[in-house]
């Protein structure tokens, strides 16, 4: 490999803060728990992951997709770069020697983020889940995977395949989340992540479920998305006691906004699409306080169980 001294550090760390800065408020709020190493190389995993997502999509860190965009060019763009990443070699493109310097730092198994861009490639074959376990394995590939990345970032042993598991759920839990507030926006981008086996369950005609005679039928699925949600959140914050006190603040506190979330699109039933649930400032701050609290005292001593929760291959692959 090249080597750390390849990269501009500084430009870098820039770049992936004013990526997270741009895209997500909730994750650069809770990433200011961290201390400065972690942040900062949370921040440049994010990077990575953020512009991987939005070349898929045709995307600037979300908003309207790009006209006559081919997004299986820019999984293609994205293994490419991602190979070159992995090498040390500078590409010019400051998302990927994002990652290419993370790598000088992280020893992250290439398995680990082969297993991201296998969630990338599924949305550039506009794949779609029939059953809930697709469902789950989609989740775990563009959401649960970036988690078990971001454990290995904040120390977790590559060997440690149980606390991995629960750094999946939390993933895992967060795309669920997003997944039920976010069904009228794939809608009108012509995606649905939604299973077809719960479709034919609730008796929803194919590409109907947007209609506003099956607002009721819609919100129970929403219901089923958000108490599966809550059963991989409660994993994640069991598994989260491996972590160092800062970084298991920042994640308890990011797992409670997030939550929020789904708990909220459950809350407004057949109203959840009328507009986009959100987590407010004020409750935002709850969570950190209440995951400050959280960390300082013993944690609970009752183990939570992951019986019956999606599990990950353990050869690295998720297909």
């Given at each position: 490999?090249?080597?750390?001294?390849?990269y501009?550090?500084?430009?870098?760390?820039?770049f992936?803060?004013?990526?997270?800065?741009?895209?997500?408020?909730?994750?650069?709020?809770?990433?200011q728990?961290?201390?400065?190493?972690?942040?900062?190389?949370?921040?440049?995993?994010y990077?990575?992951?953020?512009?991987?997502?939005?070349?898929?999509?045709?995307?600037?860190?979300g908003?309207?997709?790009?006209?006559d965009?081919?997004?299986?060019?820019?999984?293609?763009?994205?293994?490419?770069?991602?190979?070159?990443?992995?090498?040390?070699?500078?590409?010019?493109?400051?998302?990927f020697?994002?990652?290419?310097?993370?790598?000088?730092?992280?020893?992250?198994?290439?398995?680990?983020?082969?297993?991201?861009?296998?969630?990338f490639?599924?949305?550039?074959?506009?794949?779609?889940?029939?059953?809930?376990?697709?469902?789950?394995?989609?989740?775990?590939?563009?959401?649960?995977?970036?988690?078990?990345?971001?454990?290995?970032?904040?120390g977790?042993?590559?060997?440690?395949?149980t606390?991995?598991?629960?750094?999946?759920?939390?993933?895992?839990?967060?795309?669920?989340?997003?997944?039920?507030?976010?069904?009228?926006e794939?809608?009108?981008?012509?995606?649905?992540?939604?299973?077809?086996?719960?479709?034919?369950?609730?008796?929803?005609?194919?590409?109907?479920?947007?209609?506003?005679?099956?607002?009721?039928?819609?919100s129970?699925?929403?219901?089923?998305?958000?108490?599966?949600?809550?059963?991989?959140e409660?994993?994640?914050?069991?598994?989260?006691r491996?972590?160092?006190p800062?970084?298991?603040?920042?994640?308890?506190?990011?797992?409670?906004?997030?939550?929020d979330?789904?708990?909220?699109?459950?809350?407004?039933?057949?109203?959840?699409?009328?507009?986009?649930?959100?987590?407010?400032?004020?409750?935002?701050?709850?969570w950190?306080?209440?995951?400050?609290?959280?960390?300082l005292?013993?944690?609970?001593?009752?183990?939570?169980?992951?019986?019956?929760?999606?599990?990950?291959?353990?050869?690295?692959?998720?297909e």
């Amino acid at each position: 490999m090249t080597g750390e001294g390849a990269y501009d550090a500084h430009a870098l760390h820039g770049f992936a803060h004013d990526s997270i800065a741009k895209g997500s408020k909730s994750f650069a709020l809770a990433s200011q728990l961290f201390d400065r190493e972690t942040r900062e190389r949370v921040w440049l995993l994010y990077a990575w992951c953020r512009a991987a997502d939005d070349l898929t999509d045709g995307q600037d860190h979300g908003g309207a997709m790009k006209p006559d965009h081919d997004p299986v060019s820019a999984v293609a763009y994205i293994r490419a770069q991602t190979d070159k990443a992995f090498a040390g070699e500078p590409t010019g493109d400051m998302a990927f020697d994002a990652l290419g310097f993370l790598l000088t730092e992280v020893a992250i198994p290439r398995r680990v983020i082969d297993d991201i861009i296998a969630g990338f490639e599924l949305d550039a074959r506009d794949w779609r889940p029939r059953s809930e376990a697709d469902l789950l394995r989609y989740s775990y590939h563009v959401a649960g995977a970036v988690g078990i990345a971001m454990a290995l970032v904040m120390g977790i042993d590559p060997a440690d395949e149980t606390t991995l598991d629960r750094a999946s759920d939390l993933g895992i839990a967060f795309q669920l989340a997003n997944i039920a507030r976010d069904v009228a926006e794939d809608a009108a981008a012509d995606r649905c992540y939604l299973p077809v086996e719960w479709m034919v369950e609730l008796d929803i005609p194919p590409g109907q479920h947007m209609h506003p005679a099956f607002r009721g039928r819609l919100s129970v699925m929403a219901k089923w998305l958000s108490e599966m949600a809550e059963e991989y959140e409660a994993s994640a914050r069991w598994g989260a006691r491996k972590l160092p006190p800062r970084s298991r603040w920042a994640v308890l506190a990011a797992a409670g906004i997030y939550g929020d979330i789904a708990r909220e699109v459950r809350a407004r039933g057949d109203r959840a699409w009328d507009h986009r649930a959100a987590s407010s400032l004020f409750a935002k701050l709850g969570w950190v306080a209440r995951a400050g609290w959280s960390v300082l005292r013993r944690p609970p001593l009752r183990r939570i169980s992951r019986e019956g929760l999606w599990t990950r291959p353990r050869d690295g692959t998720a297909e």
